[in-house]
């Protein structure tokens, strides 16, 4: 069995033994199958497995499950939002968009790193305090960019993007700020069609009443979330944006992936309340990507979301 098969079955036998959301017995359903969240519960942090480092150590990969089908999470780093060893702050997000979020982001550990060794993420939401363990368990061994295939004559040509900011990152509610971003790739790989949307997780299924319920239970619609997936691989060059850090959601206008068109990237930001916050840009060729964090002051009197 390939280290690429394996990992799929351990992270999907996660996955479901993760999803049925705690609670649900408090809301009057014998079956918690049968309810999905607009918001109230959670977040679980998932360990997604390890990568090689080109500089001999090795990388974390973590994602995370906000059981809320609408709500999203703001959770500053600190007590309630850290990894160890070695933080609390590694690099996480403090803001978590609704549902299933894949490969978001990647911790450094050196060579030296045993096989034993514990990395460990633990959020806590609402007085439940949830974890991820990280470990080089040799199973869990993944590879973020060719997913375990030999690289081609092409790929190995292929460079990732480089990217500039070009616009200011301070705006004054209620206005809303308008990103701009150069970003230069080298045209490799070229361009592919886009395939049709799956549907899966992220669109709740119709749910139907349980023998003993008298009442149809609500069907919450599916909530497009901040940034998109970021385990599905990107078709040509484009960017997304995503809100990382802030103490509440950020609109994304137009939301998802966006085009580069002419080298430019551009997006505007609509917050609803002032503070600081973090975004990340990331610009990903179908192959290679490159992140740049860009911080926001927001000045103003708050609105309601």
């Known amino acids: 069995?390939?280290?690429?098969?394996?990992?799929?079955?351990?992270?999907?036998?996660?996955v479901l033994a993760l999803v049925a959301p705690r609670g649900a017995r408090a809301q009057g359903n014998p079956d918690p199958s049968g309810f999905k969240f607009l918001s109230g519960q959670?977040?679980?942090?998932?360990?997604?497995?390890?990568?090689?480092?080109?500089?001999?150590?090795?990388?974390?990969?973590?994602?995370?499950?906000?059981?809320?089908y609408v709500e999203t999470l703001s959770i500053p780093v600190g007590p309630a939002n850290s990894i160890m060893p070695g933080g609390p702050d590694r690099g996480q997000p403090s803001f978590f968009n609704n549902r299933i979020q894949t490969r978001v982001f990647a911790v450094?550990?050196?060579?030296?790193?045993?096989?034993?060794?514990?990395?460990?993420?633990?959020?806590?939401?609402?007085?439940?305090?949830?974890?991820?363990?990280?470990?080089?368990?040799?199973?869990?061994?993944?590879?973020?960019?060719?997913e375990g295939r030999a690289p081609t004559a092409e790929q190995?040509?292929?460079?990732?993007?480089?990217?500039?900011?070009?616009?200011?990152a301070?705006?004054?509610?209620?206005?809303?700020?308008?990103?701009?971003?150069?970003?230069?790739?080298d045209g490799l790989p070229p361009p592919t069609k886009r395939?049709?949307?799956?549907?899966?997780?992220?669109?709740?299924?119709?749910?139907?009443?349980?023998?003993?319920?008298?009442?149809?239970?609500?069907?919450?619609?599916?909530?497009?979330?901040?940034?998109?997936?970021?385990?599905?691989?990107?078709?040509?060059?484009?960017?997304?944006?995503t809100l990382w850090r802030g103490p509440a959601a950020v609109k994304f206008d137009p939301p998802g992936r966006g085009a580069v068109k002419d080298g430019k990237a551009t997006v505007s930001a609509t917050f609803t309340q002032p503070g600081t916050y973090l975004i990340r840009l990331k610009a990903h060729d179908g192959a290679l990507w490159t992140?740049?964090?860009?911080?926001?002051?927001?000045?103003?009197?708050?609105t309601s979301q």
């Open 1 to 14: 069995m390939s280290k690429r098969l394996r990992w799929i079955i351990a992270a999907g036998a996660m």
């Open 42 to 68: 959670g977040a679980q942090p998932i360990f997604e497995g390890w990568s090689h480092n080109p500089d001999g150590g090795f990388l974390m990969w973590f994602g995370y499950i906000n059981r809320n």
């Open 108 to 146: 450094a550990v050196p060579k030296d790193w045993g096989p034993k060794q514990e990395l460990i993420w633990s959020l806590t939401v609402r007085g439940e305090t949830l974890k991820a363990v990280a470990w080089l368990q040799p199973e869990w061994e993944i590879d973020p960019i060719f």
């Open 156 to 168: 190995r040509k292929n460079t990732a993007p480089s990217v500039t900011l070009d616009s200011a």
């Open 170 to 185: 301070a705006v004054a509610l209620p206005n809303a700020l308008t990103l701009t971003a150069t970003v230069v790739d």
């Open 195 to 241: 395939p049709a949307p799956a549907v899966g997780q992220e669109t709740p299924p119709t749910l139907k009443p349980l023998p003993d319920q008298a009442e149809i239970p609500v069907n919450v619609p599916a909530i497009p979330s901040g940034g998109g997936r970021r385990g599905q691989p990107a078709q040509g060059l484009g960017v997304t944006w």
């Open 291 to 302: 992140e740049k964090d860009i911080t926001v002051t927001v000045a103003g009197t708050g």
